[in-house]
């Protein structure tokens, strides 16, 4: 994949800012577009827009296939008559800086129910076709989810290991009798399915007609606790009563000392080889919809892959497992053209998996938070950057540049963690601390040869540790929480990343 000299920014959909306690896919969404324009950007990074899970993860989520209903825009809503006024008179007082999942999942829900009922009475029979023709087309799909989505509902959040056995086995009889059961509620899912895929492909529009490309996030594992997994118990290695028998994860690395032991199903390859991938072929179909470039997470899982017993209770006693390799890809290459992937390619990396990379010319990551633990042979140092790699200060799983200036909690030891801080002084010229680590860092990433330069939102607003997304190996608050605010995008700062841009030839058009 060819990626001109550019430059973009990573930032979730959940932490736009506005009124209802999570970010949507309304108003402020078109506005971070325009900031994206304004500075000179031509790419979006976003994390996976599935529905959150376990943790409210989106990286454990119900369903590979489904978009997140906490997308769906109020404000647009009210545009379209499936909410009115009064709906969103009195709205509940949501922090600014973080979503409260606690209290915005209820809230959202409520108002989500509320335009179902609206679009069942009034809707025009122009807009009840679309949708029954959104349906049709991804029953694929749909109809799992939107029945599992009820079901779990039904068994008040319990997984569908522990559901009455007959739909834990998806007995036939009783999938139908469920489906007559919950006509309404599996409509309804449906409906936000369709509300979500209507309101995502505007703004995918509106960011195709001013030069900015989407990058999309596809994790390489699903959660046990899915649509996916219930519809498909023969693609995953999972015993008579559904239970994993062996789940994934990585071995100890600079993030933990005893891994990290993720609890996804590991997938039967052979099988689905045997299909011809057709799963993995839906799947990424059904993103490349979505986005224009997918970042696939966990790369090296492809080629060798962490297996843990699904008894420990750390990834310290896995071993390492062969993946499906060239094989797959192949087959997808075959059946949609080349691939627009960028390999998350961090962690123990093999010549095996560089080889792969190569033979489908993906790109890796470089994260320049990486570089000054090693020597200057390190592959995260910009002057050993091939130009074909995306680079970043850091990732949503990685603290802010100040953060990890400023509260390194790393692994390592106090000197170790020193003689890496000297380093980095030495390398980027760094004088004066206080007056921002952050660009300096963003300044060498981009002056580097790197094609593309990703920086995360936090960076480029300066913050420390409070601005973190995700703390690799923890679970709950305050991971997927942060939200900024329109006040944090100073003139100084939106000015300064624009100049960067332009600088270093990353913008759409000359510098002068």
Known sequence: MDINRSSGILLHITSLPNRYGVGDLGPTAYEFVNFLVHTKQQYWQVLPLVPVGYGYSPYASPSTFAGNPLFISPDLLLEQGYLHNEDLADLPEFPEDRVDFERVLPF?????????????????????????????????????????AVLKFVHEGKEWTQWDPALMCRDQHAMNEAAKKHARGILMQKFWQYLFDKQWLSLKGYCEERGIKIIGDLPIYVAHDSADVWANRELFQLDADGMQTVVAGVPPDYFSETGQRWGNPIYRWDLMQENQFSWWIRRFASILKQVDIIRLDHFRGFEAYWEVPATEETAVKGKWVKGPNAALFKTLEQKMGSLPIIAENLGFITPEVVALMEAFHFPGMAILQFAFDGDTD??????????????????????????????????????????????????????????GVHWTMIRTLMASVANLVVTPL????????????????????????????????????????????ALFGRAPEPYR
């Open 108 to 148: 959202k829900f409520t108002l989500l129910e509320r335009a179902f009922d609206l679009f069942d009475l009034h809707a025009p029979a122009e807009e009840k076709h679309q949708f029954d023709a959104f349906c049709k087309t991804n029953q694929d799909w749909l109809e799992d989810y939107a029945l599992f």
């Open 378 to 435: 390190s592959e995260f140092l910009p002057h050993n950057y091939p130009s074909n790699i995306i680079a970043y200060t850091g990732t949503h799983d990685n603290d802010t540049v100040n953060g990890w200036w400023f509260n390194n909690t790393s692994t390592q030891d106090a000197a170790s963690i020193e003689r890496s801080r000297q380093f980095a002084r030495a390398y980027m010229l760094i004088q004066d601390e206080s007056s």
């Open 458 to 501: 936090q960076d480029i607003l300066g913050l420390g540790s409070e601005g973190r997304m995700n703390t690799p190996g923890t679970v709950g608050d305050p991971n997927w929480a942060w939200r900024f605010s329109s006040s944090m995008l100073t003139e100084d700062a939106i000015e300064q990343f624009k100049e960067l841009t």
